[in-house]
């Protein structure tokens, strides 16, 4: 049913059916050179200052591919299990605009450098999906256009600037198959490829910059239903966020036509941030008529199983490998893993307390709040502080063993943070081990008892809640080290005796 | 029997994708010749070429590349990058305004 105040489908209806995303990425690629020329490739550039012949398309230039350009596609394909075919090209996509000097741009079309493979990611409850890739494939950005009216924006424009700098830089295109049911999901595959381009150092994926754009081809059916529905492609989503919320938009938009009896047209829509909606970008028809056809300045590239072996025998451990280890294997969860494996120097630095001390969990604890804390207050980065990994292993040795209490850990922790050294020797220095001594103990809470008559028969007329504050008592007459758990029971032991 | 290569082109469809305003009476001229120039390479299908492996190149080389390097003294001066350019602003290359829908 749709609400015929609002407009809106109601969330029964919406329930019956299902959305089929397909998510298409560009990703500009981390090199020191363009993709076919010895230009910088560089982001915030005077324009027009980082061009050459080649990449200005002036007659009679010729392009030269990147090898490293081609190295960091086999190794991005790799990591998600891409195929490598042993023979790939280059491609002319032919379309006219004006940020595209050549009239053209070098892309790859029927032979492309990987074929197939799987991302895998999870949602932020931890439920885990995959979604298929059909191919990455290798080609070069356009200029960058600006409007020219007073206020940069594209209504009211007499004309259009072109800057490029950013033409020719290496680009990679990640093309997803329909495997995403819901926005959250196309997020989630966005980011699984976001840090895995991050952690194998082919992207520095900064969508601010540009440097990550990405298209959704959305459509929605009838739960059960065999058939996809007609699909539309979303255009000018800037963020992980923008995705998200044009995504739902439009799976809205879409239920809304077909319950209203109309029909979904296949077209491009363009997402409108400030209005939260997308519209209609009527293209022409013809401007898909790409006429793609082998570039005769390119020759073929031949590569033979060893080269990918090789690189294949490089890769590391991926971000969703890490994450699996972390909950599986540590049992930490969701969140805190999440929040771990988004920090690659973090994660490094972690993995090494994990492993000297054997308690990832406690480990943990410690990463994410204490040392994260004054790593914020300070400025300075986990991994790059005063604290050592062997440092902090110990640290958790000592709490685990109850050498030190918790009030004592945290402050071995700041002195640590300050100094750097061993936890064990600023335990010793500042007399903070923890006194589980049960006569010493008794001692103080005999002591405190005498000192607070009232308390006392506060408690045992009933009010047991007073316990905590005597507790507080025993630990402050301790300077802090005794034991907290073997006070509270004593206590309790003196208390119930009279 | 090839078909007639002329029933195949869509002369206005062609022009539209060059950007080109052809008159009626240039597309009387240019159909006919395009029609040619395919039923000449139409020949080429009366090869065998059941033992020659497809290519999308004729010379045999292959994997030519070049290191990720800088080439300074190939970069353009600003000045000459835009000297050519019919309109300027600001640094930048000058063109008619890119219609909303095109984006």
């Known amino acids: 049913m749709i609400d015929e105040r609002t407009g809106e489908v109601s969330a029964e209806t919406r329930a019956r059916y299902e959305a089929v995303i397909g998510i298409e990425c560009h990703v500009e690629l981390k090199t020191v050179s363009k993709m076919f020329c010895g230009c910088p490739n560089a982001f915030g550039s005077p324009p027009n200052t980082n061009v050459c012949p080649v990449c200005l398309a002036l007659p009679g230039a010729l392009p030269v591919p990147n090898a490293k350009a ?91 600037l072109v800057d490029f700098n950013r033409a020719g830089v290496p680009l990679m295109e990640c093309v997803g198959e329909p495997d995403l049911r819901s926005a959250e999901e196309a997020v989630a595959f966005l980011e699984s490829l976001a840090r895995t381009f991050r952690e194998l150092g082919v992207s520095d994926v900064k969508m601010e910059e540009g440097s990550l754009r990405c298209d959704a081809n959305v459509s929605v059916r009838l739960r059960g239903a065999a058939e996809y529905g007609t699909k539309a492609e979303i255009k000018n989503m800037n963020s992980f966020r923008s995705a998200r919320r044009a995504i739902e938009s439009e799976i809205a938009r879409q239920i809304a036509v077909l319950e209203g009896g109309g029909r979904v047209i296949q077209e491009t829509r363009g997402w409108d941030e400030a209005a939260g909606v997308t519209h209609s970008q009527r293209s022409k028809e013809e401007a898909h ?63 090494r307390v994990a492993a000297a001390s054997g308690q990832p969990l406690a480990a943990m604890h410690f990463v994410l709040g204490d040392l994260s804390r004054l790593a914020n207050e300070t400025g300075i980065a986990i991994s790059g502080g005063k604290v050592t990994p062997e440092a902090l292993a110990e640290l958790v040795e000592l ?74 008592a025993v630990m402050k007459a301790s300077r802090g080290k005794a034991n907290p758990a073997l006070t509270q029971e004593l206590l309790r032991e003196k208390l119930e005796q009279k | 029997m090839l078909v007639m290569a002329s029933d195949r082109i869509d002369i206005r469809h062609v022009a539209r994708l060059a950007r080109l305003a052809l008159s ?70 000058r063109v008619p305004r890119i219609l909303a829908e095109d984006i």
């Not at chain 1, 994450?323 to 490094?348: C, E, H, M, P």
């Not at chain 2, 395009?34 to 009366?46: G, I, K, P, R, Y």
């Open chain 1, 70 to 160: 081609i190295e960091q596609i086999v190794r991005a394909g790799l990591a998600f299990g891409s195929t490598i075919p042993e023979h790939a090209k280059f491609d002319r996509k032919n379309y006219f605009y004006p940020d595209m000097p050549k009239n053209y741009q070098i892309s790859q079309y029927d032979m492309p450098l990987t074929v197939g493979g799987i991302v895998r990611y999870w949602l932020e409850d931890g439920t885990r999906g995959e979604c298929r890739l059909t191919r990455i494939h290798l080609e070069e950005d356009t200029g960058k256009s600006t409007h020219a009216s007073a206020d940069g924006r594209l209504a009211g424009a007499t004309s259009s």
């Open chain 1, 289 to 351: 008529d790409y006429r793609y056809f082998p570039d005769p300045d390119l020759v073929p590239l031949d590569s033979p199983p060893a080269a990918a072996d090789a690189v294949r025998a490089t890769l590391i451990e991926t971000p969703y490998e890490r994450y699996i280890r972390y909950v599986d294997g540590f049992g930490i969860a969701s969140k805190q893993a999440t929040q771990l494996v988004d920090d690659a120097a973090l994660s490094q630095w972690f993995d």
């Open chain 1, 399 to 472: 709490t685990q063993n109850n050498a030190i209490n918790s009030s004592a850990a945290k402050k071995v922790l700041e002195v640590l943070w300050i100094e750097g050294g061993s936890a064990k020797a600023i335990v010793e220095r500042e007399g903070l081990a923890q006194v589980s001594d049960r006569a010493a103990v008794a001692a103080l809470v005999a002591e405190v008892l005498d000192a607070n008559p009232k308390v006392v028969a506060d408690y045992r007329a009933g009010k047991t809640n007073v316990l905590g504050f005597l507790t507080g």
């Open chain 2, 24 to 93: 009626d009476a240039e597309i009387a001229t240019f159909a006919p010749q395009l029609a040619n120039l395919l039923s000449f390479v139409d020949e080429l299908t009366e090869l065998d070429t059941a033992n020659v492996a497809a290519t999308a190149q004729v010379v045999p080389s292959r994997n030519v590349e070049r290191a990720d390097a800088l080439r300074p003294e190939t970069l353009l001066s600003h000045d000459a990058a835009l000297a050519n350019a019919p309109q300027t602003q600001g640094g930048y290359f």
